[in-house]
T-cell receptor, first 111, second 111 residues
């Protein structure tokens, strides 16, 4: 595997489900990001992990919970989501303050 | 607050018809300006990073330029495979990992 990988690529879940998105980077970076991309809107930064420190967008609801066990892996835990959370969720990685490289994304549909 | 405005929102070109995409930005000290290409349902693919006014970078039919207020992505003799959404983003100097994205320009190249 090369670059940034994400699984699953597609996910359909009900509002009462719990699921997790996984991201893995093979670039030797030490910063990882979660973004949300909705139609007609710019990418929205949700969370950043850099050198084991977490930075988050205060507007992200608590039903989204990130986890970064090491510099190569990043998870986004989802619970009791709403239909408006349906979007493309993108993971990215970079060197600190460097260019971000993106994974292919997870297309999430909340019913 | 950092801002990125891309124009036009959509652009339709005949194959071989050269044109330019615009990215206007306001940022409190520019650390870097990024161009990405995004195909439908996929993650953004990195194209260029520009760091200072006057800088230019080229890749195949694409050329990116930077001034103190805007960046242009010039497309010379485009082909149908250049059809995609092109995203511009800026990173502020000192801004902790924060990158601000534009909405993008959706380019369609017709054979």
């Amino acid at each position: 595997e090369t670059g940034v990988t994400q699984t699953p690529r597609h996910l359909v879940m009900g509002m009462t489900n719990k699921k997790s998105l996984k991201c893995e980077q093979h670039l030797g970076h030490n910063a990882m990001y979660w973004y949300k991309q909705s139609a007609k809107k710019p990418l929205e930064l949700m969370f950043v992990y850099s050198l084991e420190e977490r930075v988050e967008n205060n507007s992200v609801p608590s039903r989204f919970s990130p986890e970064c066990p090491n510099s190569s892996h990043l998870f986004l835990h989802l619970h009791t989501l709403q239909p408006e959370d349906s979007a493309l969720y993108l993971c990215a990685s970079s060197h600190p303050q460097g260019t971000q490289y993106f994974g292919p994304g997870t297309r999430l549909l909340v019913l | 607050e950092d801002q990125v405005t891309q124009s036009p929102e959509a652009l339709r070109l005949q194959e071989g018809e050269s044109s330019s995409l615009n990215c206007s930005y306001t940022v409190s000290g520019l650390r870097g300006l990024f161009w990405y290409r995004q195909d439908p349902g996929k993650g953004p693919e990195f194209l260029f990073t520009l760091y200072s006014a006057g800088e230019e970078k080229e890749k195949e039919r694409l050329k990116a330029t930077l001034t103190k207020k805007e960046s242009f992505l010039h497309i010379t003799a485009p082909k149908p495979e250049d059809s995609a959404t092109y995203l511009c983003a800026v990173q502020a100097d000192g801004g902790y990992q924060k990158v601000t994205f534009g909405i993008g320009t959706k380019l369609q190249v017709i054979p």
